[in-house]
């Protein structure tokens, strides 16, 4: 029974630097060699870093036999002549140690250390390794699907990923053995096993896929300055050319389409709007409000706000879908965007607010003149959530205005 035969699972597969298996061999037979002999001063521990052999000698000074005066430092003549005859005295004695010397006991012992400290090794490196790679697209195929998480192996690595349901995309919908793409967002550590979190929600993972498909991002020609999402609906980024031969819109686009289309498949159809990003504050909100036509922008600077004025047939494209498209237009610039119908564009037909006095409390009517809405039609023009969001008015006194305003043209 030797070393090499025990321990030879240590030897390759695992994830570790040799000089670092070294250490940790040469330490864990060190300390079986304490255990039995109280000291290891006078032992060589050898580990063989190109096949990983590993072996351990006792060295003692040869004496005439009937004076040795430290069993630990010498040995008696006839005992090493019994080792090797071509021995002298005043030379050092030089006994391999195999591993039955110590004990069944012992060796168990040893090797439940040494799994320990490589499992535990192991670990530290597959967390240094993730941290250098947070902000990184990974691909992994699903292993498990859980209630709260879905489980990934690396496709690289091998290595068990997770992406919480809250990092999903609404409509993302796996099956075991799918390849699922995300971004690295963080490596923690729990109970002593790292734990890497896959993100497809965060707005690196956008970016990212930007840099795969569009070489000018890679090569820095093109910067994205910014990106808001709504993960899965609607997404904004702004990006700069630092080269004035590059559209650096029309760059991330590509020929008709052809680079955005493939990120917005795997965004599951996630409605991206590339924007010039400038310093000029107007035309910023102007191009962040896309695909509507801003007719004119009053800015309030002090409070970072933005008073946008549209053509009739534009506010809705303005607002978007569930109020999407001025949300993010709103994180993207910094500004809170209010949103008004041009004057022009007025109906002949319309009603003042006040006429309504006798159906709604002055209060109301007054909250609505503040936000721009003096007339029955100015209010209809906006939609629930968006006077809800402007005003801070309850939902049921918003249905309860809208239901009032509507019923008067209905009976015209």
């Known amino acids: 029974m030797n070393l090499v035969d025990s321990f030879s699972e240590f ?23 304490r255990k039995k002999y109280g000291s290891d001063d006078n032992f060589d521990v050898i580990v063989n870093t190109q096949n990983g052999d590993l072996e ?36 050092e004695c030089y006994e391999q140690l195999t ?53 990934i192996l690396d496709d690289v690595t091998g290595n068990e990923l997770v992406i919480p349901r809250n990092e999903m995309i609404r409509g993302d919908y796996f099956r075991k053995g799918d390849m699922v793409r995300g971004v690295i967002r963080r490596v923690e550590m729990k109970n002593n096993n790292p734990v890497i979190v896959v993100s497809r929600t965060d707005t690196t993972f956008l970016e990212k896929l930007l840099e795969q498909e569009v070489p000018e991002i890679e090569d820095g ?12 609906e609607r997404a904004k980024v702004a990006v700069e050319s630092y080269d004035e031969r590059i559209d650096p819109v029309g760059a991330c686009v590509g020929m008709k389409g052809s680079r955005i289309h493939g990120i917005v498949r795997e ?9 010039n990003y400038t310093t ?46 001025i949300k993010l237009a709103g994180k993207l610039t910094g500004y809170e ?21 006798d159906e709604i409390e002055d209060w109301v009517i007054e909250t609505l003149k503040g936000i721009g ?28 205005v809208l239901r009032i305003l509507a019923s008067e043209f209905d009976q015209d």
Do not use: H
């Open 337 to 357: 965007i209010d949103v008004y119908r041009e004057d022009a564009e007025l109906e002949v037909e319309d009603v003042a607010l006040t006429e309504f006095n």
């Open 99 to 151: 591993l039955i010397e110590f004990g069944r006991r012992a060796i168990m012992a040893a090797r439940q250390t040494l799994i320990s400290r490589i499992m535990d090794l192991e670990k530290d490196e597959i967390y240094k390794k993730y941290m250098d790679r947070v902000g990184d697209i990974v691909l992994g195929e699903v292993s498990q699907i859980m209630k709260r998480e879905v489980l």
């Open 221 to 232: 020609l093109i910067t994205v300055k910014k990106i808001v999402r709504i993960p899965g």
């Open 56 to 91: 351990m000698w006792r060295v003692r000074l040869i004496v005439p036999d009937g004076e040795v005066t430290e069993q630990d430092k010498q040995i008696s003549f006839s005992e090493a002549q019994a080792i090797d005859d071509d021995y002298e005295i005043g030379e």
């Open 11 to 33: 030897k390759a597969g695992k994830n570790i630097d040799r000089p670092t298996m070294v250490r940790v061999l040469e330490d864990v037979f060190r300390t079986l060699i």
């Open 280 to 325: 000029n504050i107007n035309l910023y909100i102007q191009r962040s409000l896309t695909p509507a036509k801003v007719s004119s922008i009053s800015l309030d600077d002090e409070k970072m706000r933005a008073s946008v004025f549209l053509a009739a047939d534009q506010v809705s494209l303005a607002i978007g879908k569930g109020g999407s498209n």
């Open 373 to 400: 809405c003096d007339t029955a039609r100015s209010v209809l023009n906006l939609s629930k959530d968006e006077l809800i969001r402007r005003t801070d008015l309850e939902d049921e006194t918003v249905e309860e």
């Open 267 to 275: 965004l599951k159809n996630e409605n991206i709007d590339i924007v």
